[in-house]
């Protein structure tokens, strides 16, 4: 008895595993309290044992003040001491996320949240939504900002005026905040707390900017975010190189091959300098490569490149497009092939709708696809394509036509009197790459009706993404409500909704600099379940 009466505090042995969080019993002052005194102490009481570390360091009081509280965590109860009086008539929030946890490590289900006022009345303004796309094992909170005059043209280095933790099943809310208009960001990190925002959070900007709270007891509901990888960085020519006889180009960002189809390559002193070719790396998109003719070795040049964009279609712009270097003249023995395919060698299920894409490891020239290049049936039949160059080295073929079920297919490539820009044939002159296409009896099929609750016109679109696949389909709804999603292979998918406000046929997250905003989304928890030769009807939502 007097060993267990001076050891540490701890939880108890024995008994079945705790697997649930400790949960908020009660609080001093009470939450929503008014003329609540500035000289206060805080406490909160919960229900087991508080690991004390959980709870240093991330409180967090909004309006902020001058000098961080002290906080003791005493057992079941948490203190939180003031080192200066509160200001009067002002709602205070305080808020420990979803990190309170106890000895076995388990963490709150909900906020930890406390509001009270020193005046005689308590803010009661809330924004609500959900945040998408959260990765396991992340923390996520949503920031806002309150407007004073004008945003700021970045909100990066700019602490934000509440912040509030997304709960585990990605709701969020703010409560008890001031009238006024307020830039909201949502963010996501395997750190429970995130002092700087940086590359590598997970970032999402809203689709309303400002979200204003017009009363004092306004209450703004769908406020959703889609967490994803956001640059913060301006988009811009980092350097260029020399690997090989060709510039290697890095940019800050990843490009888009398909906006990037003409790019227009020039330099500054060009003389008898011509740009012979310019391609994207397949791999990599943040690096490009530029051959030339007729420079002069040892000479210094500048590079200027334009009509390139970026993977959200931001546009290259000076003075970012521009970048020096030094030629000198390296002899390249390199022999070109082919890098990557699509479909890949061996592949199965194959839409019969799809494209072909040839991916080589340069630049080639005096190459003819359409006498070099068929697209060859079982039967030994030619499949009539359309080829197109998206680039020095990415070649795209189009069957004229939907491509038969259940049947296999050779892309046969003769390529002998095909060489790269330095005149090296390719090390394989006769290449082939076979793949099966999908059994369109086993295809399914999803039809139902999207009840939008405000007009979006034709701007709707419908995603659904299969369970543990990339295969992913897409349709534009009538202006009815009504859509069907034909050619499904069987299995589990989940649908999502958005808004195409620009029409590129693609969700747009938005940006940071400049501050832009997200294309309004919402993704359904729900699965559906698809069956070969089967539709699947009535599958109904709400946007």
């Known amino acids: 008895m007097f060993l267990a009466g001076c050891a540490a505090q701890g939880p108890p042995g024995g008994g079945p595993v ?12 009470l939450n929503g309290a008014t003329n609540v005194s500035p ?7 919960f229900t087991e044992l508080i690991e004390p570390r959980s709870a240093e ?20 109860k948490l203190t939180i001491n003031f080192y200066d009086p509160l200001k009067e008539n002002t709602t205070y929030i305080l808020s420990f996320g979803r990190n309170i ?21 308590l803010d009661l303004g809330q924004i609500a939504g959900e945040v998408f796309n959260i990765p396991k094992k992340h923390f996520a909170c949503v920031r806002a900002y309150r407007k004073s005059g004008s945003f700021p043209d970045s909100i990066l280095g700019v602490q934000p005026d509440y912040v509030t933790a997304v709960e585990s099943n990605g709701n969020y809310r703010f409560t008890n905040i ?8 949502a963010i996501a990190s395997q750190a429970p707390r995130i002092p700087f925002v940086t590359a590598d959070n997970l970032i999402a900007t809203a689709p309303v900017d400002p979200v204003t709270i017009k009363r004092r007891d306004d209450f703004v509901q769908d406020i959703n975010f889609r967490l994803g990888t956001m640059y913060i960085n301006q988009f811009s020519l980092q350097s260029a190189s020399l690997v090989e006889n060709r510039l290697e180009l890095v940019f800050s960002r990843s490009l888009n091959d398909q906006l990037s189809q003409n790019a227009k390559i020039r330099l500054n002193e060009p003389g008898q300098a011509q740009i012979q070719s310019f391609w994207i790396n397949d791999t990599d998109q943040r690096y490009a490569y530029v051959t030339f003719r007729g420079l002069t070795a040892e000479q210094e040049y500048t590079l200027l490149v334009d009509s390139v964009f970026d993977s959200f279609g931001e546009k290259i712009s000076a003075p970012d497009n521009a970048v020096g270097f030094l030629y000198t003249e390296q002899a390249d023995t390199v022999e070109p092939k082919i890098e990557s395919s699509v479909p890949n060698r061996g592949a199965k299920d194959i839409r019969l709708n799809a494209g072909i894409r040839l991916n080589f490891s340069e630049a080639v020239i005096n190459g003819d696809p359409e006498s070099s290049i068929s697209l060859i049936k079982e039967d030994s039949l030619i ?12 070649l795209k073929m189009t069957p004229e036509s939907k491509m038969s079920s259940k049947t296999a297919y050779k892309l046969v490539m003769n390529t002998s009197g095909w060489t790269d820009i330095a005149g090296n044939y390719f090390e394989d002159s006769l290449l082939t790459i076979s793949f099966i296409t999908a059994d369109a009896n086993s295809y399914g099929s999803i039809t139902g009706e999207i009840k939008a609750r405000s007009a979006v016109g034709q701007a709707l679109v419908i995603g659904s993404r299969i369970e543990k ?3 992913t389909a897409m349709v534009f709804p009538s202006e009815s409500g009504q859509y069907e999603i034909e050619d499904l292979l069987p299995g589990r998918y989940q649908f999502e909704i958005w808004e195409d406000l620009n029409q590129n046929g693609r969700w747009d997250p938005g940006r940071l600099m400049p501050f832009q905003t997200a294309e309004p989304y919402i993704s359904y928890p729900d699965w559906i379940n ?10 109904n939502w709400t946007y």
Do not use: H
């Open 530 to 539: 698809v069956r070969a030769r089967w539709e699947t009807a009535e599958v």
């Open 101 to 121: 946890r106890d000895y076995q490590k388990n963490t709150t289900e909900s906020n930890v949240t406390l509001a009270f006022s020193t005046g005689d009345s």
């Open 57 to 76: 360091g991330n409180l967090v009081i909004m309006p902020a003040l001058k000098r961080t509280p002290g906080i003791k965590a005493n057992r079941k």
């Open 469 to 471: 696949k990339e295969e």
């Open 383 to 394: 499949v009539p394509c359309r080829y197109d160059w998206l680039d020095g080295n990415s």
């Open 39 to 45: 000289t206060t102490t805080v406490t909160l009481a």
């Open 18 to 29: 705790d697997k649930t969080g400790p949960e908020l019993l009660s609080t001093f002052p």
């Open 178 to 185: 001031a009238t006024g208009d307020y830039r909201l960001l």
